[in-house]
């Protein structure tokens, strides 16, 4: 399989990953009791449907045989991923501990693993390739991070609150 052949697979992979995390994350609306966290979902999805747009972009024009240009990638701009401020962040832990919401807890560090993992597959995808299709991976590896970040940030606070938590009577 050619250059061209490989970068449809990897593209084509990324796309089916972005499903899976965009799939998830309105899955997880469902079972989501507080504001911040619904509306913190949203604005994900609203991500994850602006890589897929991006990918498909860059899927479309290497199945119409061209080469990947960088005005491809300068046609999709991404905002820094900013879900809470310091308070609502604050604000947010604090409704997880007084709600006891261990489903949430496993809902966040199991969208962080797919963050995670979406995000080394970019960097390693972007060590096999050069140029134009490098730097898309590059930037999607990017957009990952932060939101790998932000569900750690998360997991990591309330997992550690619940263990120091004094638990019986």
């Given at each position: ?19 899976t995390g965009k ?46 240009e960088p005005s ?98």
């Open positions: 399989m050619g250059t061209q052949g490989n970068l449809i697979k990897i593209f084509e992979y990324a796309l089916n990953q972005e499903y799939g998830f994350f309105e899955f997880s609306l469902q079972r989501m009791g507080f504001g911040a966290a619904v509306s913190a979902f949203k604005k994900l999805i609203e991500e994850e449907e602006k890589h897929i747009a991006f990918i498909t972009k860059i899927l479309d024009n290497l199945k119409r045989g061209e080469s990947l491809t990638m300068k046609q999709i701009t991404m905002e820094p991923t900013n879900f809470f401020d310091e308070r609502a962040k604050s604000e947010f832990l604090e409704q997880c501990i007084q709600g006891s919401m261990v489903p949430d807890v496993t809902v966040f560090n199991t969208a962080w693993l797919i963050e995670k993992d979406i995000s080394e597959y970019y960097s390693n995808a972007a060590m096999q390739v050069e140029g134009p299709a490098k730097n898309a991976l590059l930037m999607l590896a990017d957009w990952e991070k932060g939101h790998e970040k932000f569900f750690r940030e998360f997991r990591d606070k309330i997992s550690e609150t619940y263990s120091r938590m004094p638990w019986g009577g």
